[in-house]
């Protein structure tokens, strides 16, 4: 029993891998045709949604608290609006093979944080060696986008500070009220989608005709798979198995982000992005050394 149990686990990880690993692709794809802050908003209300429903029929409910809400917000912002919008934005001049091995370095931006913000995460030398090996990847890997221009440049940056985005959130969740997990990603999402609704009816003009269903198909199936279906994947993998065990997907997620965007849409690839997605790995490698 335990084996098949220990199977499953894994099969749910590498769906988890697969849906968030190929985000970047579906990125890439939707906005071909379709503005980062149309992306965004489809792809949170989609998940709000499907997860709100959800909850409801287990039998929950939404909190009615507005200091729950505040949470929710808060975390609705660094969570998923601004990091979803950097990503989206930054994918419009930067690969999605490229973004994704970018934002393998939030587990190490999270490891700093911690460090001054979570009681009892202080780091060592393992840390800070791991931590220097991951921002020297990080280095190596901007380099051809550098030579891309100003545009390049800034959609790299945008893609770093999105990873360190979700690291801040990581953060926020552990000192922010706890919630039942189904529930809190509900909220977080309907929040995320109230918050960005005035931005984006007053900053987006849609072109339905020059909008292509490759494009759309896209958006819908973010909002499904790598937002909705993934958080659920997400909270059971958790429970099931433990963070420990959910930590190998920071391994993963680059991997497979790299190799849809070589192998599906024909990205091109560099040895130095090799190399450096080497070294990140190395450097998250690191960091699980104790003294």
């Given at each position: 029993?335990?084996?098949?149990?220990?199977?499953?686990?894994?099969?749910?990880?590498?769906?988890?891998?697969?849906?968030?690993?190929?985000?970047?692709?579906?990125?890439?794809?939707?906005?071909?045709?379709?503005?980062?802050?149309?992306?965004?908003?489809?792809?949170?209300?989609?998940?709000?949604?499907?997860?709100?429903?959800?909850?409801?029929?287990?039998?929950?409910?939404?909190?009615?608290?507005?200091?729950?809400?505040?949470?929710?917000?808060?975390?609705?912002?660094?969570?998923?609006?601004?990091?979803?919008?950097?990503?989206?934005?930054?994918?419009?001049?930067?690969?999605?093979?490229?973004?994704?091995?970018?934002?393998?370095?939030?587990?190490?931006?999270?490891?700093?944080?911690?460090?001054?913000?979570?009681?009892?995460?202080?780091?060592?030398?393992?840390?800070?060696?791991?931590?220097?090996?991951?921002?020297?990847?990080?280095?190596?890997?901007?380099?051809?986008?550098?030579?891309?221009?100003?545009?390049?440049?800034?959609?790299?940056?945008?893609?770093?500070?999105?990873?360190?985005?979700?690291?801040?959130?990581?953060?926020l969740v552990r000192r922010l009220p706890r919630f039942s997990p189904m529930v809190g990603a509900a909220?977080?999402?309907?929040?995320?989608?109230?918050?960005?609704?005035?931005?984006?009816?007053?900053?987006?003009?849609?072109?339905?005709?020059?909008?292509?269903?490759?494009?759309?198909?896209?958006?819908?199936?973010?909002?499904?798979?790598?937002?909705?279906?993934?958080?659920?994947?997400?909270?059971?993998?958790?429970?099931?198995?433990?963070?420990?065990?959910?930590?190998?997907?920071?391994?993963?997620?680059?991997?497979?982000?790299?190799?849809?965007?070589?192998?599906?849409?024909?990205?091109?690839?560099?040895?130095?992005?090799?190399?450096?997605?080497?070294?990140?790995?190395?450097?998250?490698?690191?960091?699980?050394?104790?003294?």
């Amino acid at each position: 029993m335990k084996s098949n149990s220990a199977l499953f686990n894994w099969f749910l990880l590498l769906c988890l891998v697969a849906l968030w690993g190929t985000s970047f692709m579906f990125t890439a794809l939707s906005v071909e045709s379709v503005d980062p802050l149309t992306v965004v908003f489809a792809r949170i209300l989609i998940a709000a949604l499907i997860l709100t429903s959800v909850v409801y029929l287990r039998g929950d409910r939404l909190p009615f608290e507005g200091r729950k809400w505040l949470a929710f917000i808060a975390m609705g912002f660094f969570g998923n609006l601004l990091p979803f919008f950097l990503i989206t934005w930054g994918q419009l001049s930067v690969n999605s093979g490229i973004a994704g091995m970018i934002m393998a370095i939030m587990p190490l931006m999270t490891m700093l944080l911690a460090h001054y913000f979570v009681e009892g995460e202080n780091l060592n030398r393992y840390k800070v060696i791991g931590f220097i090996f991951g921002i020297s990847g990080i280095v190596i890997l901007l380099g051809p986008v550098f030579e891309g221009g100003p545009r390049a440049v800034l959609g790299g940056i945008a893609i770093f500070i999105a990873a360190t985005s979700y690291a801040v959130n990581t953060i926020l969740v552990r000192r922010l009220p706890r919630f039942s997990p189904m529930v809190g990603a509900a909220g977080v999402m309907i929040a995320a989608s109230i918050t960005l609704l005035p931005f984006w009816l007053t900053q987006t003009t849609l072109n339905f005709d020059q909008i292509s269903l490759r494009s759309i198909n896209s958006v819908i199936w973010l909002g499904i798979g790598p937002t909705a279906i993934a958080t659920m994947i997400l909270f059971a993998v958790i429970e099931r198995a433990g963070p420990t065990f959910l930590s190998t997907i920071n391994y993963m997620i680059p991997v497979v982000a790299f190799l849809s965007g070589a192998y599906i849409l024909s990205e091109p690839v560099a040895i130095s992005s090799l190399f450096a997605m080497a070294i990140i790995l190395a450097g998250i490698a690191l960091t699980r050394f104790r003294a």
